[in-house]
Each structure stands twice: as structure tokens, then as C-alpha cells.
């Protein structure tokens, strides 16, 4: 292919797609990019990151006495 090919190509693409929806295709297919990758990983930050918070949410308050640690335990069992 010559210069002349990919000048006339060019012209034809932004002719038929318009200058608008070029300049959003960068960010589409980077953010497309991204969910590939992350999907790839199998989202194990994100897992991850939910177990701490649900361990975090559970951990007894740190003032909280042995007794008092006991009461609210089977209180939550009732």
C-alpha cells in the first residue's frame, strides 16, 4: 500500500464515522482494555478488598471488655 491508500483510507473513515465518534473511540477501547485485563486477573483486588472490609466489620470495637465481648456474641445469637 502507498501513501495514497492510506490518506484516501482515512478520508473515507472520517468521512462515514465523523470526527465526533473518532475521538471517543481512545477511551472506549482503553476502558474496554481495562475490564479485559481486570477480568483476566479475576477481580482478586476486588475480592480481596471486600474480605478486609467484611473482617474489619466484624472485629469486636477495641474498647469492648471480654464480657461485653461475650454479652453482644450471644446476644447476636438469639
Do not use: Y
Not at 474496554?32 to 476486588?46: H, P, T
Amino acid at each position: 500500500m502507498s501513501i495514497w491508500h492510506l490518506l484516501i483510507f482515512a478520508v473515507v473513515v472520517l468521512l462515514v464515522f465523523g470526527t465526533g465518534k473518532l475521538s471517543k473511540i481512545g477511551p472506549d477501547l482503553g476502558a474496554a482494555i481495562r475490564g479485559f485485563k481486570k477480568n483476566l486477573n479475576g477481580d482478586d483486588e476486588e475480592a480481596k478488598r471486600q474480605e478486609a472490609e467484611l473482617l474489619r466489620a466484624d472485629a469486636p470495637s477495641p474498647g469492648a471488655s471480654g464480657s461485653a465481648q461475650r454479652e453482644s456474641v450471644r446476644a447476636e445469637s438469639r
